[in-house]
């Protein structure tokens, strides 16, 4: 098992940046990926982005591309999301996940992640 735990989020204005922090504990070391996923009002759970557990590869939805950076720190067990130049529609619960196995393009999807956080609400006002 592995638990996650989200924290940073908060209220900011447009064009500000929060960093977001998931703290992994438990079996780690079976981590292959973890990614970030958000959720707003009245709508599926999309992908943001996803980072290797061992390092290396990265990738990010569209509408995150140059404005947010995934990163981890493994010896502390923990994953980063830094977001810069926030806008409205960035507003939604985020959650973090962790995967076992490389399951391709499943890891832009829920499905391909067995472990969640409980989220952290990120509001951003206009």
């Known amino acids: 098992q592995v638990q996650l735990v989200e924290s940073g989020g908060g209220l900011v204005q447009a064009g500000g940046s929060l960093r977001l922090s998931c703290a992994a504990s438990?079996?780690?070391?079976?981590?292959?990926?973890m990614g970030w996923f958000r959720q707003a009002p009245g709508k599926e759970r999309e992908f943001v982005a996803r980072v290797r557990w061992s390092g290396g590869s990265t990738y990010y939805a569209d509408p995150v591309k140059g404005r947010f950076t995934i990163s981890r720190d493994n010896a502390k067990n923990v994953m980063y999301l830094q977001m810069n130049s926030l806008k409205p529609e960035d507003t939604a619960v985020y959650y973090c996940?962790?995967?076992?196995?490389?399951?391709?393009?499943?890891?832009?999807?829920?499905?391909?992640?067995?472990?969640w956080g409980q989220g952290t609400q990120v509001t951003v006002s206009s």
């Open positions: 438990g079996r780690t070391f079976s981590t292959y990926a």
């Open positions: 996940a962790a995967a076992r196995a490389d399951l391709g393009m499943l890891l832009f999807a829920t499905t391909g992640y067995d472990y």
